[in-house]
């Protein structure tokens, strides 16, 4: 940091010693820092006012000729105003460069705003809308934020305009975080600024700011910023549409070839007894096969065992006791309802199996019952079960992280007196 002193002179009240930091010809007028008087710098720095009982602000982080840069551009604090308004205060740093004119510095609750003057003209006046209501200005789209009036307690320094202690003006400010659009208008001008949100860390890295006034926890002009759920949500993002593509894929494209399936005559197994017996053949093994009872009932009264044809031993048996597979890598997933029974599975050996209806230890007639199952077996099927649970874990991340910006910007907007 470099804070060579470019030239000097002696106040003309009180013949302080006072530093000129290089302000440039726009500067009208200079403000000595001990006896508070407002000298015209356009007229060997006649005395304009003088209020020597200003207060210098306690709470101001830079001083006059510290320097820095600022998107890569070097400034200078050459002029210091705080501002008072409805019971909270803040400082404009008026600042220079002498590539790039002028500028300002806020500081406000410990955040940082650059702001510069603008000629462009709002598409409607800050003065004529409502809170809320947006217009366009810098090819950004504005929400107006707040109106009020302010007043200078403190000024000290060069600066592009002559300010005296209890000068006051009106503004209104309309923001699109981290920019906001300002319009400032006295009883002889009306002026609009444009600015930008700037970390604190790079202020206090470039400037050497004061580091010992914490920053408030929110301000209309700080960014949305979450360290965790906001990079889950963008990482999800893309799963998201991923598993919703495949889910999609799946339901429309590979939910499987229906089966023929023929009524076997009635058997025995087991010494159980098998009211009715179908067979259907398998020729795909390496995907799953969908297997749905419409029972109307009949599930009360009958368990269902798939096994392969000429085979003891059970492939995958349903009841209302037991529920299980006993073919080596058999999976399977089971819905049960009232009237309806599906299951999921897989078989290792292609070849022809069979699904018997076993009758239960019950006095009810049956046969009326039986007659009314529909039975639909589909192999070569894909199942979505995991793309969708994936999709649906996607889609809660990315709600959650909404909720949180949500509330984040309503909490930005009650600042403002106003809910969002």
């Known amino acids: 940091m470099n804070n060579k002193k470019i030239e000097g002179i002696q106040c003309t009240q009180c013949n302080a010693p006072l ?43 830079l001083s006059m000729g510290m320097q820095g840069r600022i998107k890569g551009i070097h400034f200078t604090v050459i002029g210091i105003i705080e501002w008072y ?9 008026q600042i ?5 004119g002028y500028a300002w510095l806020v500081h406000d609750r410990g955040h940082w705003i650059f702001l510069r003057r603008t000629r462009h003209l709002p598409s409607k006046s800050l003065w004529s809308i409502s809170l809320l209501q947006s217009f366009t200005a810098q090819e950004r789209k504005f929400r107006l934020y707040e109106r009020f009036n302010a007043q200078i307690t403190y000024v000290v320094g060069e600066l592009t305009w002559i300010a005296r202690v209890g000068d006051q003006t009106q503004l209104a400010e309309a923001i699109a975080p981290p920019y906001i659009f300002s319009e400032e208008r006295s009883d002889k001008e009306t002026e609009f600024y444009f600015g930008e949100y700037i970390d604190a860390l790079e202020i206090e890295s470039e400037f050497g700011a004061d580091k010992k006034y914490p920053a408030s926890k929110m301000h209309p002009l700080k960014p ?46 087991n010494n159980e007894k ?31 065992l798939i096994k ?11 009841g209302s006791n037991n529920t299980k ?15 309806s029974v599906r299951s999921q599975f897989n078989v290792t050996k292609a070849g022809v199996y069979q699904l018997s209806f076993i009758e239960k230890k019950t006095n009810i007639t049956q046969n009326k019952f039986i007659s009314k199952v529909k039975i639909k077996i589909k192999e070569g099927y894909v199942s979505a079960y995991y793309f969708t649970l994936l999709l649906i874990f996607s889609l809660l991340i990315i709600f959650v992280a909404y909720l949180f910006r949500l509330s984040f910007e309503s909490a930005r907007w009650r600042a403002s007196g106003v809910g969002s």
């Open 19 to 61: 530093s000129l930091h290089g302000g440039g010809h726009k500067i009208k007028s200079l403000t000595c820092q001990y006896c508070g008087t407002v000298m015209d710098a356009h007229n060997d720095f006649k005395v304009l006012a003088q209020f020597s009982e200003q207060q210098k602000p306690a709470n101001s982080p």
């Open 85 to 93: 308004s409805e019971g909270s205060q803040w400082i404009d740093y």
């Open 96 to 100: 220079f460069s002498s590539t790039h």
């Open 224 to 269: 949305y910023q979450s360290k965790v759920i906001a990079p889950l949500a963008k990482a999800a993002k893309p799963f998201a549409w991923l598993s919703l593509f495949v889910s999609l894929l799946i339901i429309f494209f590979m939910h499987g070839n229906t089966v023929d399936v023929q009524l076997v005559t009635t058997e025995n197994i």
């Open 274 to 304: 098998v009211q009715l017996t179908y067979e259907f053949p398998v020729k795909k093994t390496k995907q799953l096969i969908i297997l749905q009872l419409d029972t109307h009932s009949a599930g009360d009264l009958f368990d269902f």
């Open 308 to 318: 392969k044809k000429n085979s003891t031993r059970p492939l995958l048996q349903l």
């Open 325 to 339: 597979g006993s073919e080596k890598n058999t999976t399977f997933i089971i819905k049960k309802k009232i009237t």
